[in-house]
């Protein structure tokens, strides 16, 4: 059993849509989330961490945290085709002596021109 | 250039044979990770090592093992693939464990 789930599994956005991608974690001690965004042939890079409720911005990017609901959660304003990659969620306990980030089932995201 | 380093970029073997991937980072940073990529594209960590320490070690088959000379290397040796063992193999490397971890390219295995 994931310990990081996301959803959708894959999601299609026109260029220039919204892509909202969600990401929930079940373990109560990993709740200190990243998103990472892999292209094909690649590996991952870390697009942005959030670690406090609420929002938090990045240019096009914006993460939702709520730590009650241990849920996060990543939108893209005006997609563009080099959006297009897989998107994993990592969660971590970010306590002194614990275990290093948890990846999610990931989410695959198509822009189409 | 820093980044973290890879190779080989692909290497294809046949079952019960012994493989090795080498893995660099010129990042200056503290600790170093191993993960497995399936083809499902889930990430699951193998390995990560600090200051030449073990920290994580996932349960993994006993026929992995890391092997590391100093914090900026951390190689992956496989004694006797099998089927199984065909995937992505993805090293990355953090300024300390809760840090944005940054990865290499990946080495594709293909076991036949």
């Known amino acids: 059993q994931q310990k990081v789930q996301q959803s959708p599994e894959s999601l299609s956005v026109p260029e220039g849509g919204m892509a909202s991608l969600n990401c929930t974690s079940s373990?109560?001690?990993?709740?200190y989330f990243w998103w990472y965004r892999q292209h094909s042939g690649e590996g991952p890079k870390a697009l942005m961490s959030i670690f406090s409720d609420g929002d938090k911005k990045e240019g096009r990017f914006t993460a939702h945290l709520n730590k009650a609901s241990l849920h996060v959660s990543l939108h893209i304003r005006d997609s563009q085709p080099s959006d297009s990659a897989l998107y994993f969620c990592a969660a971590s306990e970010n306590y002194q002596g614990g275990r290093a980030l948890i990846f999610g089932t990931g989410t695959t995201v198509s822009v189409s021109p | 250039e820093t980044a973290v380093f890879q190779t080989p970029n692909y290497h294809v073997t046949q079952v019960g044979n012994e493989v090795s991937f080498n893995c660099k980072q010129t990042l200056g940073h503290d600790t170093m990770y191993w993960y497995k990529q399936d083809s499902k594209k889930l990430l699951k960590i193998m390995f990560s090592y600090n200051n030449k320490q073990l920290i994580v070690n996932e349960t993994v088959p006993r026929r992995f093992s890391p092997q590391s000379s100093d914090k900026a290397h951390l190689n992956l040796r496989i004694k006797s693939v099998e089927p199984e063992d065909s995937a992505v193999y993805l090293c990355a490397s953090s300024q300390t464990v809760y840090a944005e971890q940054f990865f290499g390219p990946g080495t594709r295995l293909t076991v036949l």
């Open positions: 373990d109560r001690n990993f709740q």
